[in-house]
């Protein structure tokens, strides 16, 4: 079934609730949906980085800056 949405006649605030509903909907059901083979390949690698001590990890803030640095 396909539904369309008026997006051009929503509002900002309209759009992230139809976001977040279609969200909710598919964490619900995040069983249905098979991961990519090569997500497990990711994940094998990020544990192995951590494992060796090759991974860096920031803070949130911190993230957040950096991020909308790199966007301005």
Request: hydrophobic residues 40%; charged residues 30%.
């Amino acid at each position: 079934m396909a539904s369309i949405l008026p997006l051009e006649k929503m509002s900002v605030e309209e759009k992230l609730q139809a976001m977040e509903s279609l969200w909710d909907d598919l964490c619900s059901k995040a069983g249905a949906v098979p991961s990519p083979a090569w997500h497990e390949d990711v994940l094998a690698d990020r544990d192995a980085m951590q494992y060796r001590g090759d991974d860096q990890f920031e803070d949130w803030e911190a993230a957040g800056r950096n991020i909308r640095t790199k966007v301005s």
